[in-house]
């Protein structure tokens, strides 16, 4: 049986050799040629792997022109994610909610998250490519979502639990949109620039505390 030491040492070997060969990599091949090297290795380390990775995207390509359309299901997801990660993950992102004061917590940028359903674990990662590839509008971020799994889990995975997700981020989705309230200002000068309906939020200050009722009904109601 090996001694811790000597465990060590073989360790600090490999470790050397792996950090020698990949400088001489980094040194002598040249850059040209590194995406096509390391394609061909991602794909033999595929071959070998039980990993299974799907990637969703913030933007999507509508047409054959490439105009770039926010993803829906990129929205459903990060909203079903936002619950997760703030009970797990060890980063986040904190912004003002629309609707009210309080904070909304989400996957913060190259960070985890682990999740379980129906006693199988997956993991989810957020991701962001800079590249000129990427530009929308200006911006040279493309953001996305990565979810991976044992490929044993494969079809409960693309089935029942995607679908999960999709139900349960569209309902808290709904639950954080702002309300509305739409008044016409067909009479107005702005109306010819800036079209007749105009649009401000509905926040009703109203509760069942300051409901008109009578107050002997109201406290039944609360028992």
């Given at each position: 049986?090996?001694?811790?030491?000597?465990?060590?040492?073989?360790?600090?070997?490999?470790?050397?050799?792996?950090?020698?060969?990949?400088?001489?990599?980094?040194?002598?091949?040249?850059?040209?040629?590194?995406?096509?090297?390391?394609?061909?290795?991602?794909?033999?380390?595929?071959?070998?792997?039980?990993?299974?990775?799907?990637?969703?995207?913030?933007?999507?390509?509508?047409?054959?022109?490439?105009?770039?359309?926010?993803?829906?299901?990129?929205?459903?997801?990060?909203?079903?994610?936002?619950?997760?990660?703030?009970?797990?993950?060890?980063?986040?992102?904190?912004?003002?909610?629309?609707?009210?004061?309080?904070?909304?917590?989400?996957?913060?940028?190259?960070?985890?998250?682990?999740d379980v359903f129906q006693g199988v674990k997956m993991k989810w990662s957020s991701s962001v490519n800079t590249s000129q590839s990427n530009r929308r509008s200006g911006s040279e971020e493309g953001r996305y979502l990565t979810l991976s799994f044992h490929n044993r889990y494969r079809e409960m995975i693309t089935t029942s639990y995607l679908d999960h997700v999709m139900r349960v981020g569209k309902e808290i989705g709904l639950e954080k949109r702002e309300r509305k309230l739409y008044t016409n200002n067909s009479n107005s000068y702005c109306s010819s620039v800036d079209g007749r309906w105009k649009s401000v939020p509905f926040n009703h200050p109203a509760t069942f505390e300051t409901l008109a009722m009578d107050p002997e009904k109201k406290r039944l109601r609360k028992i």
């Open positions: 049986m090996l001694e811790t030491g000597t465990i060590w040492g073989l360790t600090s070997t490999t470790m050397a050799s792996l950090m020698f060969f990949w400088s001489m990599y980094r040194q002598f091949v040249p850059y040209q040629i590194h995406g096509f090297l390391e394609k061909y290795f991602y794909k033999m380390i595929g071959l070998v792997s039980y990993t299974v990775d799907i990637k969703f995207t913030e933007y999507t390509v509508t047409d054959d022109r490439g105009i770039f359309k926010k993803s829906q299901a990129y929205d459903a997801i990060r909203n079903y994610l936002s619950s997760k990660s703030t009970a797990r993950a060890k980063r986040l992102k904190a912004n003002e909610s629309r609707n009210s004061k309080s904070l909304v917590f989400s996957l913060d940028d190259h960070e985890e998250v682990e």
